[in-house]
């Protein structure tokens, strides 16, 4: 009881509803008895802490991401919007036609989970404002178009029940809510506008309104749907005409978040990349970083986010898909830099995912049936250990063996510099020997038959 009471003010507090009434003397006497609060800021955390409250994300290496929602319909990327510059009304028509009658999340989980995936992080709102779940705060959400459910939920149902992660994305923009002022990447943004033909623009607009309302949507998303491991901010773009943490309240909202779900993964899009424990994890977008991401000297948590083609909304007309060899090597990539995979899927407006998403993702499925062994638990290989060519190396810290996986697929030798060090090999997809001398691995001539094979190499103690 008294716990409960405990948290419950602090969340009250946080998010400013703190009883400023009590009287000075009231509020010593309060300070006295009242226990310190269980949760850590990530900013009161040891190294060791951190790594500790991490360990589930760091092991998983492999997680899905989704963008569903409103633009679905027009099928031509999420910003849409903005691109095209569509006014609220213009964009109604979407929201009058939301009916995703297909929709059944426990297939999306079962997908998931065959490709290999340990998390899952789905847009409970994005840059359009419209939300997923049945939120006391708008009237602009899934419960209120013809599909008439709340989407979110069954959504967390369905992966929890697979023993996958819960992540939620939350947009901080927001196109359509109407004292989000109108910015230089707003949908009714004036092309080089000035501070002040912006002010004009957004006079009756307030911020203040705005920001009370992010903080009691987080309030309903952390509260009323069971342990959430993840939230996914996105995202700040400060300077002129564009909107920072001062905007957001982004120290409000990551106190919020954290005590409403200790030990939550938060993101680095807050605009507190310079503050320490502003952020959990820091996440390239669409690209290979060139080495372990690190942040004042020291190696961080980090996790690239990344797309099978382009756009993270459902995209008819977009053809650039990566093939199963591209992304499956991202994968090993990646976790050989010490960083996970957040792979992205946008369902159609019928609530499906792409006949080319669960292709791709039954191919990675039937990789990491084989091979998940050097992707979970990994990282990057001890730095005296040099990657023969064409080879990506992850590592097991915890049982010492290395994992080399084969790019292009040698012809016959895979020579090697740290022989010495091994002390057994196998393909990993059979458990068949693979036999060494100086000259390095002697490898069948025929590829087995694996998209990307990988050496399993059992390191001297
Ligand atoms: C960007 C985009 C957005 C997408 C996100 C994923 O910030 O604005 O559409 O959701 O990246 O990382």
Same mark, same amino acid.
Request: hydrophobic share 35%; with cysteine; proline share 5%.
């Given at each position: 009881?008294?716990?409960?009471?405990?948290?419950?003010?602090?969340?009250?507090?946080?998010?400013?509803?703190?009883? @400023?009434?009590?009287?000075?003397?009231?509020?010593?006497?309060?300070?006295?008895?009242?226990?310190?609060?269980?949760?850590?800021?990530?900013?009161?955390?040891?190294?060791?802490?951190?790594?500790?409250?991490?360990?589930?994300?760091?092991?998983?290496?492999?997680?899905?991401?989704?963008?569903?929602?409103?633009?679905?319909?027009?099928?031509?990327? @999420?910003?849409?919007?903005?691109?095209?510059?569509?006014?609220?009304?213009?964009?109604?028509? %979407?929201?009058?036609?939301?009916?995703?009658?297909?929709?059944?999340?426990?297939?999306?989980?079962?997908?998931?989970?065959?490709?290999?995936?340990?998390?899952?992080?789905?847009?409970?709102?994005?840059?359009?404002?419209?939300?997923?779940?049945?939120?006391?705060?708008?009237?602009?959400?899934?419960?209120?178009?013809?599909?008439?459910?709340?989407?979110?939920?069954? !959504?967390?149902?369905?992966?929890?029940?697979?023993?996958?992660?819960?992540?939620?994305?939350?947009?901080?923009?927001?196109?359509?809510?109407?004292?989000? /002022?109108?910015? +230089?990447?707003?949908?009714?943004?004036?092309?080089?506008?000035?501070?002040?033909? %912006?002010?004009?623009?957004?006079?009756?607009?307030?911020?203040? =309104? !705005?920001?009370? %309302?992010?903080?009691?949507?987080?309030?309903?998303?952390?509260?009323?749907?069971?342990?959430?491991?993840?939230?996914?901010?996105?995202?700040?773009?400060?300077?002129?005409?564009?909107?920072?943490?001062?905007?957001?309240?982004?120290?409000?909202?990551?106190?919020?978040?954290?005590?409403?779900?200790?030990?939550?993964?938060?993101?680095?899009?807050?605009?507190?990349?310079?503050?320490?424990?502003?952020?959990?994890?820091?996440?390239?977008?669409?690209?290979?970083? $060139?080495?372990?991401?690190?942040?004042?000297?020291?190696?961080?948590?980090?996790? /690239?986010?990344?797309?099978?083609?382009?756009?993270?909304?459902?995209?008819?007309?977009?053809?650039?898909?990566?093939?199963?060899?591209?992304?499956?090597?991202?994968?090993?990539? /990646?976790?050989?830099?010490?960083?996970?995979?957040?792979?992205?899927?946008?369902?159609?407006?019928?609530?499906?995912?792409? !006949?080319?998403?669960?292709?791709?993702?039954?191919?990675?499925?039937?990789?990491?049936?084989?091979?998940? +062994?050097?992707? %979970?638990?990994?990282?990057?290989?001890?730095?005296?250990?040099?990657?023969?060519?064409?080879?990506?190396?992850?590592?097991?810290? =915890?049982?010492?063996?290395?994992?080399?996986?084969?790019?292009?697929?040698?012809?016959?030798?895979?020579?090697?510099?740290?022989?010495?060090?091994?002390? !057994?090999?196998?393909?990993?997809?059979? $458990?068949?020997?693979?036999?060494?001398?100086?000259?390095?691995?002697?490898?069948?001539?025929?590829?087995?038959?694996?998209?990307?094979?990988?050496?399993?190499?059992?390191?001297?103690?």
């Amino acid at each position: 009881m008294k716990k409960l009471f405990v948290t419950l003010m602090t969340v009250l507090m946080v998010i400013g509803v703190c009883p @400023e009434s009590l009287s000075a003397a009231q509020k010593k006497k309060k300070a006295a008895v009242e226990p310190k609060v269980e949760f850590k800021l990530p900013s009161d955390e040891t190294d060791a802490e951190k790594a500790a409250r991490m360990q589930w994300w760091t092991d998983a290496r492999f997680g899905m991401f989704i963008h569903w929602g409103l633009y679905a319909l027009p099928a031509r990327h @999420e910003w849409v919007r903005n691109r095209e510059r569509i006014t609220n009304e213009q964009y109604e028509k %979407y929201f009058k036609h939301f009916n995703p009658d297909l929709y059944n999340p426990k297939e999306w989980a079962r997908q998931a989970k065959e490709a290999g995936m340990k998390y899952v992080v789905l847009t409970s709102k994005h840059h359009e404002g419209f939300c997923l779940w049945d939120t006391k705060y708008t009237d602009y959400k899934a419960t209120n178009t013809p599909i008439g459910r709340d989407l979110l939920k069954e !959504y967390v149902d369905a992966f929890r029940a697979e023993g996958i992660r819960i992540g939620f994305y939350y947009s901080l923009i927001d196109w359509h809510h109407p004292d989000f /002022t109108i910015d +230089r990447i707003h949908p009714l943004r004036i092309d080089n506008g000035t501070k002040e033909q %912006y002010a004009k623009l957004n006079e009756g607009k307030d911020m203040a =309104k !705005y920001r009370q %309302y992010m903080k009691d949507q987080i309030t309903e998303l952390l509260t009323n749907y069971g342990k959430i491991d993840i939230i996914w901010f996105d995202y700040s773009y400060p300077g002129e005409n564009g909107k920072g943490h001062e905007d957001w309240d982004s120290e409000g909202l990551l106190k919020l978040a954290r005590t409403l779900q200790p030990g939550i993964i938060v993101d680095n899009r807050l605009d507190l990349n310079d503050v320490w424990g502003g952020w959990d994890i820091q996440t390239p977008e669409q690209v290979k970083v $060139a080495s372990h991401p690190t942040w004042n000297g020291k190696k961080v948590h980090w996790e /690239t986010c990344q797309t099978f083609s382009g756009s993270w909304g459902y995209y008819r007309d977009e053809t650039t898909w990566k093939s199963p060899a591209q992304l499956i090597e991202l994968l090993s990539e /990646t976790v050989s830099k010490g960083g996970n995979l957040l792979l992205n899927v946008g369902p159609t407006a019928r609530g499906e995912f792409d !006949y080319r998403a669960t292709e791709r993702l039954k191919a990675m499925g039937e990789w990491m049936h084989a091979n998940s +062994r050097s992707i %979970y638990g990994c990282t990057e290989a001890p730095e005296d250990l040099k990657a023969p060519a064409n080879t990506i190396l992850t590592y097991n810290p =915890k049982t010492n063996v290395l994992y080399i996986h084969l790019l292009n697929y040698p012809m016959g030798k895979l020579p090697c510099e740290f022989l010495d060090k091994i002390e !057994y090999a196998q393909f990993l997809h059979d $458990a068949s020997e693979i036999k060494f001398d100086q000259k390095g691995f002697t490898l069948p001539i025929l590829k087995p038959h694996v998209e990307i094979p990988v050496i399993e190499v059992f390191l001297k103690k």
